[in-house]
C-alpha cells in the first residue's frame, strides 16, 4: 500500500518547481489529474495507481513500477520511462509523444488512441496483449511505425 496519501502526494508536488517522488510507494492510490510536470519519480511504485488525465510531461520515470496502472488520457510528453513496467496499464489516448521508452515493458498494455510520435522505442518489450495506438494487438507489429 501507498505511503502517501493523496494529500501528502499534492502537498510534494506543489512545494517545488521539480519535486521529488523517486522511490516512493505510490501504489493503488487516486493521483487523477493531478500536475507532476518535471518530478522525479525515478524508481517509484505506481503499481495500479489511478493517473488518468495525470500531466506527467518531462517526468523521470526512469525504472517506475507501473504494472496496472491507469494512465488513460495522461500527459508523457517527452517523459523519460526508460526501463519502465507499464505490464497491463491502461494508456488509452495518453499523449506519448518524444517520451523515452527505451527498454520499457509494455506486455498486456492498451495503448490504443494513444499517440506515440517521436517516442524512443529501442528495445521496447511487449507480448500478444499488446494492443496498439490503431486497435491492433501483438507482437506482429513494429513499434517504430507508431513514432514517425
Not at 526512469?62 to 491507469?70: E, L, P, S
Amino acid at each position: 500500500m501507498a505511503e502517501v496519501t493523496r494529500k501528502e502526494v499534492i502537498q510534494l508536488i506543489n512545494s517545488s518547481d521539480r519535486p521529488r517522488l523517486s522511490g516512493l510507494d505510490l501504489s493503488q492510490i487516486d493521483l487523477n489529474r493531478l500536475d507532476f510536470e518535471n518530478a522525479n519519480l525515478r524508481g517509484a511504485n505506481i503499481r495500479g495507481t489511478v493517473l488518468r488525465e495525470a500531466i506527467l510531461r518531462t517526468t523521470n520515470m526512469t525504472g517506475v513500477n507501473a504494472t496496472g496502472a491507469n494512465l488513460q488520457y495522461a500527459d508523457l510528453n517527452n517523459a523519460v520511462a526508460v526501463s519502465g513496467d507499464f505490464t497491463v496499464a491502461q494508456l488509452q489516448g495518453a499523449r506519448l509523444t518524444g517520451t523515452d521508452l527505451s527498454n520499457a515493458n509494455l506486455s498486456g498494455a492498451n495503448l490504443q488512441g494513444a499517440s506515440m510520435k517521436g517516442a524512443t522505442v529501442q528495445g521496447l518489450r511487449f507480448d500478444a496483449g499488446t494492443t496498439w495506438p490503431d486497435g491492433k494487438k501483438g507482437t506482429g507489429i513494429n513499434p517504430i511505425t507508431y513514432t514517425l
